[in-house]
């Protein structure tokens, strides 16, 4: 299964397209050791959301988001602070590994 869509579709759904990555990763979860898959979607007020669902092969896994903006006078981008929590086994089920605490 190709978890990629075509530009001219026009944008996609950001959960279905994570959904597709997610079932070709399972699907090829035994020659994998890590795994990420980044989405992004729009917030209501038009800010940029990107998600980033890491996860190693023992089941530890991490879920982050960031939020960016474009200054309107600079073009520029403003990020706001990354938030990351301990994420679900999405590809390697039953993993029970604790998550190591990094610095962002």
């Known amino acids: 299964m190709d978890p990629t869509t075509d530009a001219a579709d026009g944008p996609g759904d950001a959960d279905a ?3 597709r990555c997610l079932q070709t990763l399972r ?3 035994a020659s994998l ?3 990420s898959v980044v989405t992004a979607t729009r917030a209501p007020d038009g800010a940029a959301l ?3 669902d890491l996860e190693h092969a ?4 991490v879920t982050a988001v960031l939020r960016a ?6 073009r520029e981008p403003r990020y706001g602070e990354l938030r990351a929590d301990r994420g679900p086994a ?3 089920p039953g993993g029970t590994a604790p998550v190591v605490d990094a610095a962002v």
């Open 90 to 92: 999405l590809v390697q």
């Open 27 to 29: 699907s090829e979860r």
């Open 50 to 52: 990107f998600r980033f």
């Open 33 to 35: 050791r890590a795994t």
């Open 69 to 74: 903006t474009v200054d309107p006078s600079t």
């Open 58 to 61: 023992d089941g530890s896994a």
């Open 17 to 19: 397209l994570r959904e």
